[in-house]
Structure formats: structure tokens, C-alpha cells
């Protein structure tokens, strides 16, 4: 998982979670997160990191960095 888009796939699916499924409970778009999955997206705006975070039960440190402190226990 060495990229944004790929932790957060990774996540999503252990979660057991369709896109559109995190898009809603992120608040964002279903676009921004197939943007987003796919690498498509350089610098996503904080608020939506914070919000997919939450909705991935991660922290938003390592959704964006992928250092293994920020995961759940």
C-alpha cells in the first residue's frame, strides 16, 4: 500500500465497503474517491482526508503517509 489511493482501497475493502458506500459516509463525491483510488488526485484538500479517514476507522496521518502508527488496533 504505497500510495494514497491504493491505502485507501485497500481499506475500503477490508471494511467491506462499495465507493459510492464511503463516498456518502466521507461526504464526498463518488467521483472524488474513484479520483482519489486511482491516483488521480495529487493533493487531495485536508477535509476530505479527515473525512475519508473517519470513514476508514484510520487516522488521516497515515492515509496520507502510510506510516503503520496510524493504523487501528
Given amino acids: 500500500m ?3 489511493g491504493r491505502r485507501i ?3 475500503r475493502r477490508r471494511r467491506v465497503m462499495t465507493q459510492a458506500e464511503l463516498a456518502i459516509a466521507a461526504k464526498v463525491s463518488l ?3 474513484g479520483r482519489l483510488e ?3 488526485i495529487d493533493s487531495p484538500r485536508p477535509n476530505t482526508v479527515r473525512g475519508i479517514a473517519a470513514a476508514l476507522g484510520v487516522s488521516p496521518t497515515w492515509l496520507v503517509t502510510g506510516e503503520e502508527n496510524g493504523l487501528p488496533s
Fill in 2 to 4: 504505497d500510495t494514497l
Fill in 9 to 11: 482501497e485497500e481499506m
Fill in 31 to 33: 467521483m472524488t474517491i
Fill in 38 to 40: 486511482a491516483d488521480k
